[in-house]
């Protein structure tokens, strides 16, 4: 019986959400009084990792593993809680893990809860809050089955440093054939995801044009942010579908949105209302995403958003 | 080739979401359901499929009686049989265990189901399904080639995409991009009669394997009140930012 939270890596380095699920292993695994085992591939340097709280880190070394494929990936890891006697598997909410996740609860026999915020509530009945409805409604859920795969809430939980002097460990594993072929990986021109980004700028109609999206950028490049926009937008061809955020786009759970001439439709306030801090810039003192925003600027993109990119350029200098 | 589209019937994407009975339960009251968007875009895809080489398209949803008239719809949109599996789905694997129980008895070359449904957003459905059956799968999917016997397919990473290739049978997690809104049929009044002759048959089931259980929900905190910042002091929203949220 032990809690094991798998971690992805990106170029040999622990992803960003890494540090958010070891500390929510932490938090279970003091819980249950149990231990926490940190599951990684192909990591350069553990290191970091002793200062969420493991007790022990497992990270596998294979070039077959350099690059994420469902089914090896899937099966190397039921292999790891088989042969580590894990009851309770904490996964992230990246787009690799959610594709993951389902094989890896069939294969473990666990029943598998997504989009975890909080730890359980009560463990007998093992009781978890969710976020669903998309992100307009919370729930309690409880799971009957001894075998848990918790799927957490990226940005939900947060990170909690607690220092421990992990024991190495390795086990021997077998890396399947997959029936899959990765043809080719291609990455899109922004420079940071809306995953992986602490700050969003997103822009909607009121920006009149895929032309006038260069005051998005250059916004977006001062604040080191991922840009993102309305339903509209991308439905319109203005911005590519990835940007796309809302109920059928993505889900923003990041520490800054900042919203640019979007009235702020109900899908799209579902979308980013996991969302720390909103700011609004729009014209129309009347547009719904005033009610759900913190700070409000009436105002024209087109004079507001330079301006306040200048002023953020001389702010960034004077802190660094 | 025989295709399945599972069907999850959802509240409209513009509604208010609200609770009854000591916020245990969904309220239903003047709430519109429809098609969930992700099933949508795959069961256009389908059609696709279907005008080009005359495929096949079921559609299998796991419900009570009230989802009818969502499956009429999918008749109507182009689909030529629909299964309703008679069960209150509760829980993603209880729904994928009967979904793939009905196609290992039922071969089925593709099936494609929603990434996500809008309103439970388990991420599970067809993930559980292709594990159960043993075939290939991948989701978030925004492109699909079908050749014969082999897939190419797209399926959005953060930050990009990847493409994959594999064999049939395979199961595939659609959502948008795979085709655009503007390519979402209406059904037209030809389609309509036409769904009315078309078979909807029903499946009572024998066992439900449910282990999780959803026994109460929140609504999320009401927003504290917005500070309004005057667009020529923009020093002061900086300011905020930085100083009382934290975020800069």
């Known amino acids: 019986m032990a809690v094991l939270a798998y971690i992805e890596s990106n170029k040999s380095k622990p992803k960003k959400n890494s540090y958010e699920i070891i500390s929510y292993g932490r938090g279970l695994a003091d819980k249950l009084s149990t231990e926490l085992i940190v599951l990684s591939f192909n990591i350069d340097s553990v290191e970091d990792l002793s ?15 350099s690059n994420f494929n469902i089914q090896k990936y899937a099966d190397v890891i ?38 975890v915020v909080e730890l359980p509530s009560s463990l007998e009945p093992f009781t978890l809050k969710r976020s669903t409805y998309s992100n307009k409604a919370f729930s309690d859920i409880t799971i009957k089955n001894e075998k848990k ?16 002097n992990p024991e190495l460990i390795s086990i021997d594993i077998i890396i399947p054939d997959s029936t899959l072929t990765t043809d080719s990986v291609e990455h899109g021109s922004g420079d940071i995801s809306i995953a992986d980004a602490d700050i969003v700028v997103s822009a909607g109609r009121g920006l009149k044009g895929p032309e006038n999206w260069n005051i998005i950028e250059d916004l977006a490049k001062t604040l080191g942010a991922a840009t993102a926009c309305s339903k509209p937008v991308s439905d319109m061809g203005w911005r590519p579908h990835s940007e796309h955020v809302g109920q059928t786009g993505k889900p923003v759970a990041t520490n800054l949105y900042i919203a640019i001439g979007i009235s702020g439709a109900i899908q799209h306030l579902a979308g980013v209302s996991s969302s720390k801090v909103k700011v609004v810039i729009n014209t129309d003192p ?31 200098a004077g802190n660094n | 080739m025989k295709i399945l589209v599972c069907i999850s019937c959802v509240p409209d994407t513009t509604s208010k979401i609200s609770f009854i009975e000591n916020d245990t339960i969904f309220d239903k009251n003047g709430v519109q359901f429809v098609i969930n968007p992700n099933d949508e875009f795959g069961l256009t895809r389908a059609m696709w499929i279907k005008e080009k080489d005359n495929s096949s398209i079921d559609v299998i949803n796991v419900g009570l009686q009230d989802t009818e008239p969502i499956l ?35 071969n089925y070359d593709l099936i494609i189901a929603g990434r996500e449904s809008i309103d439970f957003n388990g ?126």
Request: hydrophobic residues 40%; contains cysteine; proline residues 4%.
């Open chain 2, 123 to 248: 991420n599970m459905v067809p993930g559980i399904i292709s594990e159960l059956l043993g075939m290939n799968f991948i989701t978030n999917c925004v492109g699909l080639d079908i050749i014969g016997n082999k897939i190419t397919a797209k399926r959005e990473i953060e930050g990009g995409t990847e493409t994959l290739s594999f064999d049939l049978p395979a199961v595939i997690g659609g959502q948008k991009g795979l085709v655009e809104e503007s390519d979402l049929k209406i059904p037209n009044m030809r389609g309509i009669m036409q769904a009315r002759q078309k078979p909807l048959d029903v499946i009572e089931v024998n066992k439900n394997n449910l282990f999780t259980e959803t026994i109460k929900f929140y609504k999320p905190e009401e927003k504290g009140e917005i500070k309004m910042i005057d667009s020529d002091n923009l020093d002061e929203l900086i300011n905020l930012l930085h100083n009382e949220a934290k975020v800069i």
């Open chain 1, 149 to 164: 795969l918790i799927g957490i809430y990226n940005n939900s939980f947060g990170i909690v440093e607690k220092k421990s």
């Open chain 1, 51 to 65: 200062n969420y709280g493991p007790d022990k880190i497992l990270n596998i070394k294979n070039n077959d593993l």
């Open chain 2, 72 to 106: 009429r719809k999918t008749l109507a949109i182009g689909a030529d049989k629909a299964i309703r599996i008679n069960s209150d789905p509760k829980d993603s694997f209880q729904v994928a265990k009967l979904i793939s129980d009905y196609v290992s008895k039922n």
């Open chain 1, 286 to 316: 009347e547009a719904p995403f005033f009610k759900a925003a913190d700070y409000g600027i009436i105002g024209d993109a087109f004079d507001v958003v330079p301006k306040l990119n200048e002023k953020l350029k001389v702010f960034k």
């Open chain 1, 78 to 115: 039921a292999q790891a809680c088989n042969s580590l006697s894990i009851d309770i598997i904490i996964i992230g909410g990246s787009a690799d893990s959610k594709y993951l996740a389902p094989s890896l609860s069939v294969k473990t026999n666990s029943s598998y809860v997504s989009n």
